[in-house]
């Protein structure tokens, strides 16, 4: 389910919630928020989770910040055409900050990369 949800927010398709076919943005950094928030415990005790927060969640979290072009592809269409591709869209501005500041807080220890 965490999977889908990360799915969802990055605009592809989900591998459980098959007739879920999109979710806005916005929404979906409201549920990863709340997961992470109220189950952190869930993320250190099982490998796999903690997977899915380094692989997907982080990857999708530098992707939605990212000011390339390519990437306002999985935003409603509605959206762009409201914000010019220079600004950032607040609301999921807003979302991604909460979301970062959650990953910073809490599972800092559980993102470690070690390069030698």
């Not at 903690?50 to 910040?65: D, G, M, T």
Request: hydrophobic fraction near 45%.
């Amino acid at each position: 389910m965490f999977q889908d949800l990360v799915q969802l927010v990055n605009a592809d398709q989900p591998y459980w919630l098959i007739k879920m076919t999109e979710m806005t943005p916005t929404f979906g950094l409201e549920l990863l928020e709340s997961v992470l928030t109220n189950f952190s415990s869930v993320f250190f005790q099982h490998p796999e989770f903690s997977f899915l927060l380094k692989e997907r969640v982080c990857a999708l979290v530098i992707k939605l910040f990212s000011p390339n072009i390519k990437y306002r592809s999985s935003l409603p269409a509605s959206i762009q055409q409201a914000t010019p591709l220079d600004k950032p869209y607040f609301p999921l501005s807003m979302r991604l900050l909460r979301v970062v500041s959650i990953l910073i807080q809490r599972y800092h220890s559980l993102l470690v990369s070690i390069f030698i």
